[in-house]
Antibody, heavy 125, light 107 residues
Framework: QVTLRESGPALVKPTQTLTLTCTFS??????????VSWVRQPPGKALEWLAL???????YYNTSLKTRLAISKDTSKRQVVLTMTNVDPVDTATYFC?????????????????WGQGTTVTVSS | DIQMTQSPSSVSASLGDRVTITCRAS??????LVWYQQKPGKAPKLLIH???SLQSGVPSRFSGSGSGTDFTLTINSLQPEDFATYYC?????????FGGGTKVEIK
């Protein structure tokens, strides 16, 4: 059974760095084609893709946020970590991680087939 | 980046109705289009991938079509559990992008 679970602080102060951890089971991020994405959703708003890391340790970011984001993986711990620097109240959202599979050797990626439950982060002083 | 535009932003429908949601990409994405369903307080659920392939376990009243820039999600015979928000997402190239969502409400 594939599962993902997000963890991190519920409250962060403006200008601080937010660190979120996605702990997964049931698959390996060393398997060709396997990827994990982070997605967020501000209250009452649409989904926004943030970042993806793949089995080959390639990393991709949301264009508007890429200067503030960093994604990494620890395959032995089965974790993917997302850091976001210099947070602002507009970063208040529920943050999800999700598994995806890529078509190796191409830019094509299948849908996010298994999601975590999400973790809610509020940015406030 | 590829922009995804969904319409309508909301639709009111009755049980048993057919509902159609459209999604337009700012450039051609072949069939690399995904549809999700999201209920309040829950994570999104994958419904359809590669524009028209139903994810395992998804009822057959859901169907997707289209290629290139224009895509459609159709829900036939709307059921109570279908009232939710639906999102499209392009899977053609990174960065990935979502549409703005379509809320299906009870009339």
């Amino acid at each position: 059974q594939v599962t993902l679970r997000e963890s991190g602080p519920a409250l962060v102060k403006p200008t601080q760095t937010l660190t979120l951890t996605c702990t997964f089971s049931g698959f390996s991020l060393t398997t060709s084609g396997m990827c994990v994405s982070w997605v967020r959703q501000p209250p009452g708003k649409a989904l926004e893709w943030l970042a993806l890391i793949d089995w080959d340790d390639d990393k991709y970011y949301n264009t508007s946020l890429k200067t503030r984001l960093a994604i990494s993986k620890d395959t032995s711990k089965r974790q993917v970590v997302l850091t976001m620097t210099n947070v602002d109240p507009v970063d208040t959202a529920t943050y999800f991680c999700a598994r995806q599979k890529a078509v190796a050797g191409t830019s094509y990626i299948y849908g996010m087939d298994v999601w975590g439950q999400g973790t809610t982060v509020t940015v406030s002083s | 980046d590829i922009q995804m535009t969904q319409s309508p932003s909301s639709v009111s429908a009755s049980l048993g109705d057919r509902v159609t949601i459209t999604c337009r990409a700012s450039q051609g994405i072949r069939s690399w289009l995904v549809w999700y369903q999201q209920k309040p307080g829950k994570a999104p659920k994958l419904l359809i991938h590669t524009a028209s392939s139903l994810q395992s376990g998804v009822p057959s009243r859901f169907s997707g079509s289209g290629s290139g820039t224009d895509f459609t999600l159709t829900i036939n015979s709307l059921q109570p559990e279908d009232f939710a928000t639906y999102y499209c997402q392009q899977a053609h190239s990174l960065p990935l992008t979502f549409g703005g969502g379509t809320k299906v409400e009870i009339k």
